[in-house]
């Protein structure tokens, strides 16, 4: 298996290349492995808790023979209620060990990931966007160590 290491998705010469993308899709897969190990067998809903870090939520949308649709999100309780933000949806291709971004709020309340978005706007078509953020906030969940097992 590589690691994900040796992965350098804004190195990438041709942003828009398809083998561009299937590196950043197989980044993205990597990264994902690392915080749902058991990805492959899990169904229902999860949540990971870490001190200093709102709590991540991941449901199980849909699972397949060779891949499996998943919601990762916050719940952030604000004044006027829950707030889930942000909120993606991703397709992990098993066979392929792939992880593609399939939809994001395009409002994102986050400064960091808006900054991302509107930084790529103009280099990335909307998938390239999508799983650069689905990138960069898995290495983030990574790094505060955020793991999800089994309820």
Same mark, same amino acid.
């Given at each position: 298996m590589l690691l994900d290491s040796y992965l350098v998705p804004q190195a990438i010469v041709k942003p828009r290349s398809f083998i561009g993308l299937m590196t950043l899709?197989?980044?993205?897969?990597?990264? =994902?492995?690392?915080?749902?190990?058991?990805?492959a067998r899990l169904d229902g809903c999860f949540r990971s808790r870490v001190a200093g870090d709102c709590d991540l939520h /991941? #449901? /199980?949308?849909?699972?397949?023979?060779?891949?499996?649709?998943?919601?990762?999100?916050? @719940? =952030? #309780?604000?004044? #006027?209620?829950?707030l889930i933000d942000p909120d993606m949806t991703i397709r992990v291709y098993l066979d392929g060990q792939l992880a593609e971004a399939m939809s994001i709020d395009e409002s994102q309340? @986050?400064?960091?990931?808006? +900054? =991302?978005?509107?930084? @790529?706007?103009?280099? =990335?078509?909307?998938?390239? +966007?999508?799983?650069i953020v689905l990138n960069k906030w898995l290495e983030y969940l990574s790094e505060q160590g955020h793991l999800v097992l089994e309820r």
């Open positions: 899709y197989e980044s993205n897969y990597l990264r =994902l492995l690392r915080l749902i190990p058991e990805i /991941i #449901e /199980i949308l849909e699972r397949c023979r060779y891949t499996v649709t998943l919601s990762l999100s916050y @719940h =952030l #309780e604000t004044d #006027e209620g829950l309340r @986050h400064a960091a990931l808006r +900054q =991302l978005i509107g930084a @790529h706007r103009r280099v =990335l078509d909307l998938r390239w +966007q999508r799983n």
